[in-house]
């Protein structure tokens, strides 16, 4: 399966091509690139008409993903299809800034595996900050329609950054600027779950991806995904898969029971 690409300009420009010519990319663009899809990038030549040496430059940082399932919804932005496959998007400063932090931070922690040390530890964190990439993205795209919108992006975003910590609906809210009792309207109306259920989601999403793909035991993963107890996160765990975290992971790698 073709992988996906997102890649946000740091600084210079390139261009690319598309049917009838070509678009140039520049600082503060986000590129979504469909998997499969066909891109060129082109950096212009000191020679060039119109460019100095100094803009004669490209400064990016790109992130290559296969997709996971509840993602598919924070990728599609046909409004901003500049080539079949790819997508642009101009960020706000601000939207800018935070990008720049979360994509840097993915690229440390793919650097990190690279080097062999806790390599699914920081596929782990890799995926997570992409994850987070794609909430900014979607909340640049889509929050700005109304004040609601861009409060419960914000406490997605809050989520995301510290599931792993304890967390309570009352930081939840005060991080969004808005009460307990209205996040929780705000967010049922926009997601369709409370809070702390879409919070409790995400942590047996990432506790499933670890078991899977990681030899940490079953405790030390409850406790990366936010459980102290690590009775209270098997008791969790089976109440939303059907299996206790060992037996989910047996069974992921075919193993004997």
Not at 78 to 107: K, N, W, Y
Not at 206 to 226: R, W
Not at 236 to 246: C, E, L, V
Request: proline share 5%; charged share 20%.
């Amino acid at each position: 399966m073709s992988l996906w690409a997102l890649g946000l300009t740091l600084g210079g420009h390139c261009y690319t091509r598309r049917r009838g010519g070509e678009f140039e990319v520049l600082p503060g663009d986000l590129l979504l690139a469909r998997g499969g899809a066909c891109h060129n990038w082109r950096v212009p030549a000191q020679a060039e008409a119109g460019h100095a040496a100094s803009e004669s430059h490209w400064e990016t940082v790109w992130a290559l993903f296969q997709p996971r399932p509840h993602w598919h919804e924070w990728l599609h932005y046909p409004q901003a299809e500049v080539a079949p496959g790819i997508m642009r998007h101009h960020l706000s400063d601000a939207a800018f800034r935070r990008m720049r932090v979360v994509l840097g931070a993915a690229l440390r922690a793919f650097q990190s595996g690279d080097s062999g040390d806790m390599p699914a530890r920081s596929w782990f964190w890799f995926m997570l900050h992409l994850e987070r990439a794609l909430l900014l993205l979607w909340e640049e795209c889509h929050g700005e329609r109304e004040a609601a919108d861009r409060r419960v992006a914000a406490a997605c975003e809050f989520i995301h950054a510290h599931f792993s910590e304890p967390l309570t609906l009352a930081q939840i809210a005060a991080h969004s600027h808005i009460s307990v009792a209205h996040l929780s309207k705000l967010f049922a109306e926009h997601t369709g779950q409370a809070p702390i259920t879409y919070l409790e989601a995400l942590r047996m999403r990432h506790a499933a991806d670890l078991l899977e793909h990681s030899f940490y035991p079953a405790g030390q993963v409850g406790t990366i995904c936010g459980y102290e107890d690590p009775s209270y996160f098997t008791k969790r765990f089976r109440k939303a898969t059907g299996r206790t975290p060992r037996e989910f992971r047996r069974e992921r790698r075919g193993e004997a029971m």
